[in-house]
């Protein structure tokens, strides 16, 4: 008579005291070369207490379970081996063997802090939402959003708006930008916005003047209209100033300022910036 006894399916226990995705990435790749065979896989992530570690080794010792750590924190993991020891737990410990060899080879020691990697990760999706969020609000598009930006960038065409953003974002601050434009009232969504987070960039008539002379003649344009005008252009950064002045919001020149001191400048004006929803 067949047996009608199901197999039990093995059970791998993770235990970190990150988020559990280095391992888990690790035992997800380890496990593709072993198809036909299902697995259980439980996750305990934010371990970083022994208590609640020797509490994972012995649920794992009870169900029969492997464990794979990625405890980084001396005093967690010589506990967490121990017990695995005293018990008889299988249990790998999955980044101790690379520190080691790296220690040795750098002549330094490891930091013991969990959840680097992934720390590390968070900011690159940090910086990647940024650059959407900055794409999509270029030139004052999608005014309706500005809410959502940590900052705004506001200033006469051709002050360096768009490139100063763009290096905002790749520090994951997201920046969007206005255009003011003389005679023309902003968009009452930037008027509403905390004055914190709107900063004017200015430049000097001449330099301004220069600049899109040098913009014009790229275009193929051969005659001189008011937009490079230095008279028009006078004017223009006055009113802007005076915008910018009764607003309350703070004003940097850029005129002979490298992008990155720009973006420095910006980003040190700013108040802490709000958690993000997810």
């Not at 967690?76 to 737990?89: F, N, P, T, Y």
């Not at 980003?267 to 802490?272: G, K, M």
Request: hydrophobic letters at 40%; charged letters at 30%.
């Amino acid at each position: 008579m067949p047996n009608t006894k199901s197999k039990k399916t093995p059970k791998i226990v993770i235990l970190s005291g990150g988020t559990g995705r280095t391992v888990d990435s690790l035992l997800r790749a380890a496990l593709e070369q072993f198809p036909d065979s299902p697995v259980e896989v439980v996750i305990h992530a934010g371990v970083r207490k022994v208590d609640k570690a020797m509490g994972v080794i012995r649920d794992a010792d009870r169900s029969e379970a492997v464990v794979c750590h990625s405890l980084v924190e001396p005093e967690i993991r010589k506990a967490v081996e121990k017990e695995a020891r005293r018990l008889s737990v299988p249990c790998i410990d999955v980044l101790g063997p690379a520190m080691s060899l790296l220690a040795d080879h750098l002549g330094a020691s490891p930091r013991g802090r969990a959840g680097l990697l992934y720390q590390v990760h968070h900011e690159e999706i940090d910086r990647m939402d940024a650059m959407d969020f900055t794409l999509a609000h270029d030139d004052g598009q999608n005014p309706s959003d500005l809410k959502k930006a940590d900052v705004v960038l506001v200033g006469a065409s051709r002050t360096s708006k768009s490139v100063t953003c763009c290096y905002l974002a790749f520090r994951g601050i997201r920046a969007a930008n206005v255009p003011l434009i003389p005679n023309l009232p902003p968009p009452p969504q930037l008027l509403k916005l905390d004055p914190r987070r709107v900063v004017g960039l200015t430049m000097s008539a001449s330099r301004l003047e220069a600049v899109r002379l040098t913009r014009m003649e790229r275009m193929s344009h051969r005659s001189v209209p008011k937009y490079a005008s230095l008279r028009d252009i006078q004017g223009e950064l006055r009113q802007i100033r005076e915008l910018i002045q009764g607003n309350g919001w703070e004003c940097i020149d850029v005129s002979y300022k490298a992008t990155e001191e720009v973006a420095d400048l910006v980003a040190e004006l700013l108040p802490r910036r709000r958690p993000r929803k997810k």
